[in-house]
């Protein structure tokens, strides 16, 4: 149910992050969602590629310190309060969000969020339960 | 210039009495340290030099260097001059890879430190109708009690302020009329940047200051004597010889008056251990002459200096010794603090962090800021900020520790420390102070 996020080391110094993307789009690697944490000093870029396994190999090779991260991706419902919703939901259940952030599909009209959960099974049964969709990476494009 | 001592006596002494001088009390030292401190004994032995071989200053150079690496090893009695129960106070600076530097003072060696100290406020000037604040740490730092037992034996009015506390320092300096300041020279730039910034400068009295501890460059002495329109002059110790005190400024202001009726300076080759002539540039070594609890011979200081041994128009005749102008080992001077590379290296390690780290020192208005950059590696990186955040706090709080100064902490990606032939730049220091 869930996918693989890859989490970077970036230093937060100007034209790291475009340097970063830089190296994926040169390879060919499509992003789909990015988000950036950031300190004073440092950061921590998170990418969902269309390829997990091909973007860790090339991150590798330009000597990026990164981790892998199963993270899960939910479609927001389309009414009022959606997003509001899975919230109360996780939460309800006692899943702490560590973050969240937006997640654009192509070709649909579906608002999609990430979510770094502390037990992705746990949220995922409970989302399923109250009938909100989760997508593999696969079933987006 | 106003010619005003303390112990003319000694200060102005001839050449030829200060030599007399040294070559008694050197005999007397080297007997009395043999016997008494059976680890330089040790040395000795191993040199094959025996208390008989020194018979006068001239036999200096035969005696065996005691280094840094003594100290640490020698720790903390192994290089104790005077029963302990002599002792009545010890003072301590870091030392090379977090073993502390503990030295010892017998009433003796307080009382000739302070007329040390005593000798450096005179020559600023001094008589008992100054009012002296003394702004350098007290406590084991020995800047703090080495000014203040100088301010005592001249007879001023003595303002036991320590450092910081910016606000009660201008207090006290408009409110009781300070004369000399004594603090490590960038807090004076701090201090004078303040006074004139708040529209205080009519308010204050100030003559003079002794500002040593770090070094500092003719440009700084300038801005504080304009700002504040005093007399700025330096002083020099170390912990492990005195204190401040060892050599000290006149109005002339070229160069420092080593107190040679208590301590012999050479200059050697750092390399080869061999003793170079006045006016040439190297390490500055020390030996002590009367001191008891902690009796230093032939210590190695590190600083690189120049000795000169020409008259001065102040009419004292110890010889000058130049500002360090640089180390010969890699330590480095951050806040007045004794900061060195292998001490980061091990909080580093302990840490858990690889050894790639890059020190950097710089200074904005005239205050030191030390900066460390680790390297970031895959065992220490993850997904949560948090994490990593509070595992560089924990590295901040430790470096705190071992350094007793704030060091910032940036994590920096693997492999972007400057490398110059696939050695690492460990140091970098800004400040252009040599
Ligand atoms: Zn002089």
Known sequence: MSIKQISAFVENKPGQLAKFTDVLTQHGIDMRALSLAETEDFGIVRVITDDSYKTACVLKEAGYI??????????IPDIPGGLNKVLHLLNDKGVNIEYTYAFTARKQDTAYMIFRVTDNEA??????????????????? | MEKRYFQPEAECASREQIRAWQSERLVAQVKRVYENVPYYRNLMIDKGVEPGDIQSADDLYKLPFITKDDL????PFGLLGAPLEDCVRIH????????????????SDIDLWDQCCARALVAAGADKSDIVQVAYGYGLFTG??????????????????????????????????TTILCCTPSYASYLAETITERGLRDKIKL??????????????????????????LDIYGLTEITGPGVAYECLAQHGMHINEDHFIAEIINPKTGEVLPYGEKGELVFTCITKQGFPMLRYRTKDICVLNAEPCE?????????????????????????????QIETVLLNKGYPANYQIIVSREKHSDILEVNVEMTPEM??????????????????????LGIYAKVRLVEPKSIARSEGKAVRIIDKRNLY
Not at chain 2, 210 to 231: P, Q, S, V, Y
Not at chain 2, 319 to 324: G, V
């Open chain 1, 66 to 75: 990164f981790s892998i991260t199963p993270v899960i991706a939910v479609e």
């Open chain 1, 123 to 141: 949220a995922a049964e409970i989302l399923k339960d109250n009938g909100i969709c989760m997508f593999d990476l696969e079933d987006i494009d």
């Open chain 2, 72 to 75: 640490r090893e020698a720790y």
């Open chain 2, 92 to 107: 301590s600076t870091s030392g090379t890879t977090g073993k502390r530097v503990v030295a010892f003072y017998t009433q």
């Open chain 2, 144 to 177: 703090g009690f080495g000014l203040n037992g100088g301010s005592h034996k001249v007879g001023c009015l003595t303002i036991p302020m320590s450092s910081g506390n910016t606000d009660r320092q201008i207090e006290f300096m408009c409110d009781l009329g």
């Open chain 2, 207 to 232: 003559k003079a200051g002794i500002f040593g501890a770090e070094a500092w460059t003719e440009e700084m002495r300038h801005d504080i004597e304009n700002t504040l329109g005093i007399k700025a």
């Open chain 2, 314 to 342: 102040c009419g004292r005749t110890f010889l000058r010794m130049s500002k360090p102008m640089g180390r010969s080992d890699d330590m480095l001077i951050v806040k007045g603090v004794n900061v060195f590379p292998s």
């Open chain 2, 381 to 402: 990186f993850s997904d949560s900020l948090r994490e990593i955040s509070s595992r560089e706090k924990e590295l901040v709080e430790a470096l705190k520790i071992m």
